[in-house]
């Protein structure tokens, strides 16, 4: 038994682009995964198109990005429950930069989400604001990385002066 507080998470990763010589050469094999998790439908996903990959699939830097952007919007939607801020809509365009090291590696330098939030009435405006700095301190995957999670949040009131 775990710990309290302490959560496992578990999946599969299946590569499944052996065109049938396998990793012969380079340009031999596609860089298709597939990732499943017990209960959920199926990730098809690949590397990113400059390393090989197909564009149509999900790659691991946009998985990053998106876990990134999701875990601040649930921890940010928790926030304004806790401090009474009805939110009615939430849209983030969340952008990452990722560098290459020039030695076959390279690693993320920064994620900037901007998260547009409607909430229902211009007195909440304050504390909704205020609850993406809650957000960004709750956030599991945000507290996991070593690159900076800078926010630029846009917070409007569905009714009242903004």
Same mark, same amino acid.
């Given at each position: 038994?775990?710990?309290?507080?302490?959560?496992?998470?578990?999946?599969?990763?299946?590569?499944?682009?052996?065109?049938?010589?396998?990793?012969?050469?380079?340009?031999?094999?596609?860089?298709d995964?597939?990732?499943?998790?017990?209960?959920?439908?199926?990730?098809?996903?690949?590397?990113?198109?400059?390393?090989?990959?197909?564009?149509?699939?999900?790659?691991?830097?946009?998985?990053?990005?998106?876990?990134?952007?999701?875990?601040?919007?649930?921890?940010?939607?928790?926030? /304004?429950?806790? *401090?009474?801020? !009805?939110?009615?809509d939430?849209?983030? &365009? $969340? =952008?990452?930069?990722?560098?290459?090291?020039?030695?076959?590696?390279?690693?993320?330098?920064?994620?900037?989400?901007?998260?547009?939030?409607?909430?229902?009435?211009?007195?909440?405006?304050?504390?909704?604001?205020?609850?993406?700095?809650?957000a960004h301190?709750? /956030?599991?995957? *945000?507290?996991? !990385?070593?690159?900076?999670?800078?926010? &630029? $949040? =846009?917070?409007?009131?569905?009714?009242?002066?903004?």
């Open positions: 038994m775990a710990p309290l507080g302490e959560h496992h998470y578990a999946l599969t990763t299946t590569w499944t682009g052996n065109r049938g010589t396998g990793t012969s050469g380079y340009r031999d094999y596609t860089r995964v597939t990732i499943g998790v017990e209960g959920k439908p199926d990730l098809l996903a690949s590397s990113d198109k400059p390393f090989r990959g197909d564009p149509a699939r999900w790659n691991p830097e946009d998985l990053l990005l998106a876990a990134l952007s999701e875990c601040h919007l649930l921890s940010y939607l928790h926030a /304004c429950v806790t *401090a009474g801020v !009805v939110v009615t939430y849209h983030d &365009e $969340a =952008t990452g930069i990722m560098r290459e090291d020039g030695r076959g590696g390279g690693a993320f330098a920064e994620v900037t989400l901007r998260p547009r939030v409607v909430v229902a009435d211009a007195s909440m405006l304050e504390a909704a604001r205020e609850a993406h700095r809650t301190e709750w /956030c599991f995957i *945000a507290n996991s !990385v070593n690159f900076p999670v800078t926010h &630029e $949040a =846009t917070v409007v009131a569905a009714s009242g002066s903004d």
